[in-house]
């Protein structure tokens, strides 16, 4: 079975996320290849973890990874806010959300996710919904296009590319990552063409996000995981960029604020350099954590735990 994905800030991870009993129940919203349930199921013998995917090719290999544990992992075919919406309360002592998308997609999944590679322009993490990435480039409004662009990415060139895409569709179908990346590389400036990222790096995320919903499932399930911790139980959510982060940041001030979280965190915890030069996707993740409080636990004066 091949690997793609090195999960993201394992050891940070592992110590943050502590059970609150001995036999621990865990809930691992976006598992993927299965790196940091894996790793959570060896360091807790007692430990019963739910895995969660939408994606039904990435489940088989987790499913297969973590086979080894029994009746311990559960692998569960869901969105995690869906999931997260019908547990009951009080019900886990740790839950882990992951919101970058998995190496796996970029290198294996053949849905053109990468714009490097010629593959179907797809995107989708559920293969059984209708909209794809296809779709949105093949018939949204330009101008609907434009915003969704610059919403989801803070493309500068949104306009410019989302009209280029227009032009060019209305000649034929743009099906493929290839076309699509082409297009995007033509329509913005040759400074911006040649620069740092590839041109078409924020329009693919802003498809991708739109295509699955990305950012409109966050604070759904951040207000369902909080009911769902047991009283000292602890989330962590690792995201790959500052639209996820800054929901993530707001939604966990706003809890504490109100007295049913603390943050643990006092700043994002980020990864080292050792792991930056061997794990290139760390380099954009930050990652927080929040415990639930006890009700009626005073925490004004709780020390926040600095990374």
């Known amino acids: 079975m091949q690997i793609d994905h090195i999960p993201v800030m394992k050891e940070e991870v592992l ?31 007692g430990l019963t973890l739910y895995g969660l995917d939408r994606d039904e090719s990435i489940r088989a290999k987790a499913i297969e990874r973590l086979s080894v544990f029994g ?5 569960v075919p ?34 053109g996710f990468s714009f490097r590679k010629d593959e179907k322009l797809d995107m989708r993490l559920d ?53 699509l990346a082409d297009i995007v590389s033509q329509s913005v400036p040759s400074s911006y063409r040649y620069g740092r990222i590839h041109p078409a790096t924020r329009t693919f995320q802003a498809l991708r996000i739109e295509v699955n919903g990305e950012l409109d499932r966050i604070t759904p399930a951040l207000e369902q995981a909080t009911r769902v911790l047991k009283a000292g139980g602890r ?25 049913q979280l603390r943050i643990l965190t006092k700043h994002p915890v980020v990864a080292g350099e050792e792991e930056d030069r061997l794990n290139p996707p760390s380099r954009s993740a930050k990652l927080r954590v929040a415990e639930k409080v006890f009700e009626g636990k005073e925490n004004d004066n709780e020390k926040e735990i600095h990374a």
């Open 15 to 45: 110590s943050f996320l502590i059970p609150t009993s001995p036999e621990p129940v865990m809930i691992d919203c976006t598992t993927g290849e299965g790196g940091h349930s894996e790793a959570f199921l060896q360091k807790y013998p």
């Open 71 to 75: 009746d311990r992992f559960h692998s």
């Open 78 to 111: 869901c969105w995690f806010d869906e999931y997260l919406a019908s547990a009951p309360d009080d019900f886990a002592d740790m839950i882990l959300f992951d919101l970058g998308i998995s190496v796996f997609h970029y290198v294996e999944s053949g849905r």
């Open 127 to 179: 293969a059984g919904q209708s909209v794809s990435a296809e779709t949105i480039v093949n018939e949204y409004p330009e101008k609907e296009l434009a915003d969704l662009i610059y919403k989801y990415s803070e493309e500068r060139f949104s306009r410019r590319i989302a009209h280029r895409i227009c032009c060019e569709r209305a000649k034929a179908r743009i099906e493929t990552s290839a076309q």
């Open 235 to 259: 989330m962590a959510i690792i995201t790959f960029h500052s639209l996820e982060d800054r929901i993530v940041k707001w939604f966990l001030k706003g809890r504490q604020a109100d007295g």
